[in-house]
């Protein structure tokens, strides 16, 4: 069973602030994803990444960085937290292949004040 | 471009009845498609995904079937669990990407009453 974890798993923070979510698989997947999810919009893409050092914007980047600094590791950066950011966050990571299966993550709750 | 429908945010039903999620999708190449399912505060998993022939692909007594004419791929169970209370995510693989993106429905939440 594949593994990827995330941290913190719980997260309050202010408007304005910076705020950085980690997520780390043991699979040694390529591709590595983060989503919000949000009620009546399900999953969406919100970065991806290849491979270590690579990091491609998916459908809603705005607000959001991205960085894949090893194979293992893809971190979400919100540089300065807005109250719409309030979400669950996951992290997915998945071969290449286009029936290859993503696993996620236990996911971040994130509440911005 | 590629999409996912999920017509319903919410099916109400009770156990032993039968269980029929929709899902139609936009997809400009041969699409390949997933349900997954979120249990209350864990993470989505793999329910199930077509495959390239036409096997109908069957997990924990759910099935669906892709029909490309109607571009519909709709989960199915004969009869309902309480067990099977959860949210349903129809995706779809996007067919022009060498990096497995998929993008998802919106998600129809089961609820199965005794």
């Known amino acids: 069973e594949a593994a990827v974890t995330q941290s913190p798993r719980n997260k309050v923070a202010v408007t304005g602030g910076k705020v950085t979510l980690s997520c780390n698989q043991t699979n040694n997947h390529n591709n590595m994803y983060w989503y919000r999810q949000d009620t009546g919009h399900g999953l969406r893409l919100i970065h991806y990444s290849y491979g270590a050092g690579s990091t491609e914007k998916g459908d809603i980047p705005d607000g959001y960085k991205a960085s894949r600094p090893s194979q293992e590791n893809f971190s979400l950066i919100l540089e300065l937290a807005t109250p719409s950011q309030t979400s669950v966050y996951f992290c997915?990571?998945?071969?290449?292949?286009?029936?290859?299966?993503?696993?996620f993550g236990p996911g971040t709750r994130l509440l911005v004040l | 471009g590629d999409s996912v429908t999920q017509t319903e945010g919410l099916v109400t039903l009770t156990e032993g009845l039968p269980v029929m999620l929709n899902c139609t999708y936009q997809s400009t190449y041969s699409p390949f498609l997933f349900w997954y399912v979120q249990h209350l505060n864990e993470a989505p998993k793999l329910l199930l995904k077509?495959?390239?022939?036409?096997k109908r692909p069957e997990h924990q007594g759910f099935h669906a079937t892709l029909h490309k004419s109607s571009s519909s791929f709709h989960l199915q169970k004969s009869s309902a669990q309480l067990s099977d209370s959860a949210l349903y995510y129809c995706?779809?693989?996007?067919?022009?990407?060498?990096?497995?993106?998929?993008?998802f429905g919106t998600g129809t939440r089961l609820q199965v009453l005794p």
């Open positions: 995706a779809l693989s996007l067919s022009s990407s060498n990096t497995n993106k998929v993008v």
């Open positions: 997915a990571s998945g071969e290449t292949g286009k029936q290859d299966t993503q696993y």
């Open positions: 077509s495959f390239t022939d036409n």
